[in-house]
C-alpha cells in the first residue's frame, strides 16, 4: 500500500457511534432473557443429557442395511408424492398468477382480491395443511399429495406473478394494437418471457417438497417419515440410521441436479 493510499484511508470519516443501535442491542438481550425465562430453556440441561445424544448419534452411525429393501420403496413413494404435489400446485399456480397479474388482469378489484386468497393459502404451514388433509380423506400419501400441492401453489404463484409483472411491455403493445385478444396477447407476448422462469420456479418447489414430504409422514401424511418415526419410537437407531442417510443422499442429488437445471434455464 502506497503512502498516497495510506494517507486516504486515514483521513476517511469514521463512522459515530449511533444511540439507536444500543437501544436495539439493549432490546435484543432483553429478548434473549425474556425467552429463556417464558421458556423455560436451560442450556444446563442440555448439557447435562449430552452424552445420552452422543450414544444415540453413535448408534445411527451403525445403520441396519438389511433395512435398506424396506426403505427404498418408500423412498420412492416419498418422491412420488413431491412429484404429484409439485405438477398439481404448479399448474393451478400458472392459471392463477396471470390472474393476479396487473399487467394482464386490469380489473384491480379482481387481482385485489384473489391476491388476499393467494396470501391467506401462503400462511398456512405445510404441516398444518397435513394435518388437515389427513383428518379429511385419511392417513396415506394422498394426504401428503394435497399439502405439497397447495404448498406448491403459494411459492410458484408468488415468485410467478411477479415474473409477469416484470417483463417487457413492448410485446403486449404491439399484439395490442393490432387486435389480438387476451388469449394471443398470453401467448405470444407474455409466455415466451416468463417460461424459463416458470420452469425453475417449478424446480425449487421440487426440491423443498422432497424435504418436506420426509417430515409430512410424522403426521400420517404418507411417505418415509412415517416408518422415521416409528423407528425413533421403538428406540430402533440402527435403521433410523439407515433411513437418514438414504434421505440425505437422494436429497444432496436432487438438489444439485434442480440447481443445475436452473442455471442452465437462466443463461
Same mark, same amino acid.
Given at each position: ?10 483521513? *476517511?470519516?469514521?463512522?459515530?457511534? &449511533? ?6 442491542? +439493549? ?21 447435562? &443429557? ?25 423412498? *420412492?413413494?416419498?418422491?412420488? $408424492? ?17 390472474? #393476479? ?10 387481482? %385485489? ?53 416484470? #417483463?417487457?411491455?413492448?410485446? +403486449? ?17 407474455? *409466455? ?30 404418507? %411417505? ?23 434421505? #440425505?443422499?437422494?436429497?444432496?442429488? #436432487? ?10 434455464? $437462466?443463461?
Amino acid at each position: 500500500m502506497s503512502k498516497t493510499e495510506r494517507d486516504q484511508l486515514l483521513t *476517511l470519516p469514521k463512522k459515530k457511534f &449511533n444511540f439507536l443501535n444500543l437501544i436495539w442491542l +439493549i432490546i435484543f438481550i432483553g429478548g434473549i432473557f425474556v425467552s429463556t425465562d417464558v421458556t423455560k430453556t436451560s442450556l444446563g440441561a442440555f448439557f447435562a &443429557n449430552f452424552s445420552q445424544f452422543t450414544d444415540i448419534f453413535v448408534q445411527m452411525m451403525h445403520p441396519d442395511w438389511s433395512y435398506l429393501g424396506t426403505v427404498v420403496p418408500l423412498l *420412492l413413494e416419498t418422491i412420488k $408424492m413431491a412429484i404429484l404435489g409439485t405438477v398439481i400446485g404448479s399448474v393451478v399456480a400458472f392459471i392463477y398468477a396471470l390472474l #393476479i397479474a396487473r399487467n394482464i388482469v386490469k380489473n384491480q378489484a379482481v387481482t %385485489g382480491v384473489l391476491r388476499i386468497m393467494m396470501n391467506i393459502i401462503r400462511t398456512v404451514p405445510d404441516l398444518l395443511l397435513g394435518a388437515i388433509f389427513v383428518a379429511i380423506v385419511g392417513i396415506g400419501p394422498v394426504a401428503g399429495v394435497l399439502a405439497l400441492a397447495i404448498a406448491t401453489f403459494g411459492i410458484v404463484v408468488k415468485l410467478f406473478y411477479e415474473a409477469i409483472e416484470t #417483463i417487457d411491455p413492448g410485446p +403486449i403493445e404491439a399484439l395490442t394494437a393490432v387486435g389480438a385478444n387476451k388469449l394471443q396477447i398470453i401467448v405470444f407476448a407474455v *409466455l415466451p418471457q416468463v417460461m424459463t422462469y416458470f420452469i425453475s420456479y417449478c424446480l425449487y418447489a421440487f426440491e423443498i417438497n422432497v424435504r418436506a414430504s420426509t417430515v409430512l409422514g410424522y403426521i400420517g401424511a404418507g %411417505g418415509i417419515g412415517l416408518y422415521l418415526q416409528q423407528t425413533l419410537q421403538v428406540f430402533d437407531y440402527g435403521k433410523t440410521g439407515t433411513i437418514i442417510i438414504v434421505i #440425505i443422499v437422494v436429497v444432496v442429488l #436432487i438438489d444439485y441436479v434442480s440447481s443445475k437445471s436452473r442455471e442452465a434455464l $437462466m443463461e
